[in-house]
């Protein structure tokens, strides 16, 4: 498996601003692996991932530095076209991204725009349609279903253009718990396909890290930490002091593991059931010691 | 959105449709023709009033209009909102022309009470009202019976090139917006306690210029967010697309051209063309053939 992305000393400065919203960031994304990044607002997460998906530096203005190499090829010299069928992204408003009058032509238009011909067109938007769920929806204005149908709406046009890259930017941060859930089985069903290199920003981790092969932290425009989420929490209060909020099962164990109910060895867990375990675990040592657990 | 009406058995049925410009009825028997068929039918009732001085053909058209959107199950609830506008269009025409006939020698004068109007000036104007309310009355039943995609799919049928009917669709879509934003705009005033009505003309027209400020900043936000969206989705302006030479509409191939839709825009033009050939041919549609005028130049004495 080769890298997807490789990301080398980037820089960027937005114009008019003083200081750089990148700051030497090195980053290499594997091919069909599962990204998240996490952070607090303000701190590069989006403009990291503007670079990844070209639109900076072509559609910004400021100062550029370093590189980004998709499949080996800086996105600098790659055309708007090009990029798009290699890297598609979800925007965190869906709004923002509709061009169209109906769903419809919502979904074909990057298909239109990439070449397809009417019978992989209508192969695609099918595909794309049934793994999203809104074939109810087609007919419909943009402007006129639910925001958690606007975002599976977005979702569903990047994933008919078929990039091999997918990217979305806080693609839950306008919608219901209920829409919530629709997108994070979206990405489940993605993620178990294994065929497409997914990187999602995102503030729910609790959510995020069982999905995730990495986690990446960014804090200052600069990577403050990378791992596989089993290790992302080992320095808890360096990433809660980063603004990323941990889950609810993680915080557990962290107390149950500073007031020496739970052995100073046992990983942190990010998944309820794993928590479940260590739960267990902490009664269990409680019982042999005979320590109430308050 | 959809407008939704209480059905026999007690079920909400939706009956019309939101569009970025007002509402359309969820079926209707227009919606069997193909959008150019429906947009030949607009320029038809939209353009031939051009043509056509008569006050008499004109009002025929409103009326006909008037039935088609009554079969196309159109809300004509919703024609009270041009209210204002065809009243307030006859107030400024009808009062110019009382107020400032011309100075012709040939104008006749007919005393009515206090006052001297001028037949010819006033006549003319009357017969330009019912004019104007013709192509008003085909518009709102191409707004009434066609949804924004319906507007498109006829222009890239009519071979627009894919530029140039994106470009009109986003104008649509630009419009319907900055309404939309307006209203948010004047909600958030009214949530923080702004009365309208209790500002004097002076600070509500300040109010008004006030509101350019968001409109425009939010307008060109906007902007940006599509350029970005345009550009994440492979498009460029050239119309230059990534496999092949030809951009597919796969939108088109949703619609077909039937033999009753050759058939309608066949008559439709071809009832175009002789209405401009009667007129500037032959004068058919003159002034000095209407039966309204003849009969009050006669029961006025005038030559």
């Not at chain 2, 088109?252 to 033009?269: F, I, N, R, S």
Request: hydrophobic share 45%; proline share 6%.
């Amino acid at each position: 498996m080769g890298a997807a992305i490789v990301i080398k000393n980037l820089e960027w400065k937005y114009e008019h601003t003083t200081q750089f919203a990148l700051r030497g960031v090195n980053l290499e994304v594997e091919e069909n692996t599962f990204l998240g990044i996490v952070g607090a607002n303000e701190q590069g997460k989006t403009t990291l991932i503007n670079c990844i998906c070209g639109l900076i530096p072509h559609s910004f203005n400021g100062v550029y530095r370093g590189s980004v190499e998709i499949y080996g090829k800086p996105v600098l010299k790659m055309s708007g076209l090009e990029i798009a069928t290699q890297v598609g992204l979800v925007f965190a408003d869906p709004e923002a991204q509709f061009t169209a009058m109906t769903v419809e032509e919502e979904l074909v238009f990057g298909l239109e725009n990439t070449g397809y011909d009417l019978g992989k067109i209508k192969e695609r938007l099918d595909w794309a349609v049934d793994v999203t769920m809104i074939g109810d929806l087609l007919d419909k204005s943009p402007y006129d279903i639910s925001g958690g149908q606007k975002q599976r709406m977005a979702i569903a046009c990047v994933l008919a253009m078929n990039p091999p890259i997918i990217i979305m930017d806080e693609p839950t941060s306008m919608i219901d718990p209920l829409g919530k859930q629709f997108i994070f089985d979206i990405l489940r069903k993605l993620k178990d396909a294994g065929d497409r290199t997914i990187i999602v920003v995102e503030h729910n981790i609790e959510q995020l890290a069982p999905l995730a092969d990495q986690l990446l932290l960014m804090q200052g425009g600069q990577i403050s930490k990378v791992a596989p989420p089993a290790r992302f929490f080992d320095d808890l209060p360096m990433v809660v002091g980063s603004g990323a909020y941990p889950p609810e099962v993680t915080s557990f164990a962290y107390w149950l593991k500073q007031s020496g109910r739970l052995p100073q060895e046992h990983i942190l867990p990010y998944r309820f059931e794993d928590g479940v375990d260590v739960a267990r675990a902490a009664f269990n040592s409680a019982r042999k010691t005979d320590e109430p657990i308050p | 959105m959809a407008i939704t009406a209480e059905a026999p058995g007690g079920a909400r049925a939706a009956k019309m449709r939101k569009t970025l410009l007002g509402y359309v009825p969820i079926e209707s028997p227009f919606y069997r023709y193909h959008p150019v068929t429906r947009l030949v039918l607009f320029v038809f009732i939209g353009v031939v009033p051009i043509f056509i001085d008569m006050p008499e053909i004109n009002f025929a058209l409103v009326v006909l209009t008037i039935l088609l959107l009554l079969w196309g199950k159109a809300d004509l609830k919703r024609l009270r909102i041009y209210m204002p506008m065809i009243v307030t269009i006859a107030i400024f025409m009808f009062l110019v022309v009382f107020l400032a006939p011309g100075n012709d020698p040939t104008y006749t004068p007919v005393r009515i009470g206090p006052a001297t109007i001028y037949y010819q000036p006033v006549f003319f104007t009357f017969a330009s009202y019912w004019r104007l309310m013709a192509m008003l009355f085909g518009t709102i039943l191409y707004f009434s019976t066609n949804r924004e995609r319906d507007m498109l799919v006829a222009l890239r049928s009519l071979k627009l090139p894919f530029i140039a009917s994106y470009v009109v669709g986003f104008s649509i879509r630009a419009a319907g917006m900055f309404m939309e934003d307006f209203s948010t705009i004047r909600e958030a005033e009214q949530a923080r306690g702004l009365d309208k009505s209790a500002l004097k003309l002076a600070d509500q027209v300040k109010l008004y210029v006030m509101y350019l400020v968001p409109l425009f900043s939010i307008a060109l936000r906007r902007a940006d967010e599509i350029s970005h969206a345009l550009f994440a989705r492979g498009y460029n302006f050239t119309g230059k697309v990534g496999r092949g030479d030809k951009r597919s509409d796969y939108i088109l191939t949703k619609y077909t051209m039937t033999k009753a839709d050759w058939a309608w825009v066949t008559g439709l033009v071809l009832a175009f063309v002789a209405a401009a050939v009667a007129e500037y041919g032959y004068g058919g549609f003159r002034l000095v053939h209407s039966p309204i005028n003849i009969l009050l130049r006669q029961a006025l004495g005038i030559g």
